[in-house]
Structures are given as C-alpha cells and as structure tokens.
C-alpha cells in the first residue's frame, strides 16, 4: 500500500517552533517532488512549500517565506517542514504530497500531485 505519513503536529504557544515530517510507506520519496499543504477550518487548502527531489529548488508560499524551512533526507526517506516564529493564522491540518513531475508554480493548487497524506493538525494559540 502506497501512502504517505505525516507527523509532529501539535498545540503550540505563537513564536514557537514546531518541525513536520513526511515518510512514505510503500515506496521511496527520492524520485518525487514533495509539498507541503495546509487547510484551515472553512478555507481552501494551499500549498505552504516545496521541495525537488534533489533539493535543488525550494518554493514557499509570502506567508511562510523566512519563517518555515523545508528540507529532506532522502537517505531516511523523510521530508520535513521545520516551522518557526509560528502565528495563530499558521493553525491549521498540513498535509504532505509527492508527486513524480513537478509544474513550476502549480504546485501550490495540487496540480500533478499523486499521493497524498491524511494530515497532522498544528494549532498555535496562547
């Protein structure tokens, strides 16, 4: 079974940091670009970052730009989000998705992407 696995959400205080992983289960990530998406109560989903699969090329939504890094360890097939100086409008379940061709900037809709995880939930609230 094919599928991927996020982790490390949790309850937060703002300014705080919290890192996000994503592991695949089924198969290996080094061949895929990964995204990392977010879904607040009553919004759209949007894509938070990117990743290629030799780390090459990063891509991050303004909001997040020099506060969340992205990386990976393909060695430990493991993507991670490394999420600081968190806000209350940062709450929200992030997902990750992998997909084997990466469409420039059309990342951010899901577009091409092929697998997906069921979420982890960060909520930052003092």
């Known amino acids: 079974q094919l599928q991927l696995v996020e982790s490390g959400g949790g309850l937060v205080q703002p300014g705080w940091s919290l890192r996000l992983s994503c592991a695949s289960s089924?198969?290996?990530?080094?061949?895929?670009?990964i995204g990392w998406f977010c879904q607040s109560l009553g919004k759209v989903r949007e894509g938070v970052s990117c990743?290629?699969?030799?780390?090459?090329?990063?891509y991050y939504t303004d909001s997040v730009r020099g506060r969340f890094t992205i990386s990976r360890d393909n060695a430990k097939n493991t993507v991670y989000l490394q999420m600081n100086s968190l806000k209350s409008e940062d709450t929200a379940v992030y997902y990750c998705?992998?997909?084997?061709?990466?469409?420039?900037?059309?990342?951010?809709?899901?577009?091409?992407?092929?697998?997906w995880g069921k979420g982890t939930l960060v909520s930052v609230s003092s």
């Open positions: 990743i290629d699969t030799r780390s090459v090329l990063t």
């Open positions: 998705a992998a997909t084997n061709r990466l469409y420039g900037s059309r990342w951010a809709s899901g577009y091409g992407m092929d697998y």
């Open positions: 089924g198969f290996t990530l080094d061949s895929y670009a």
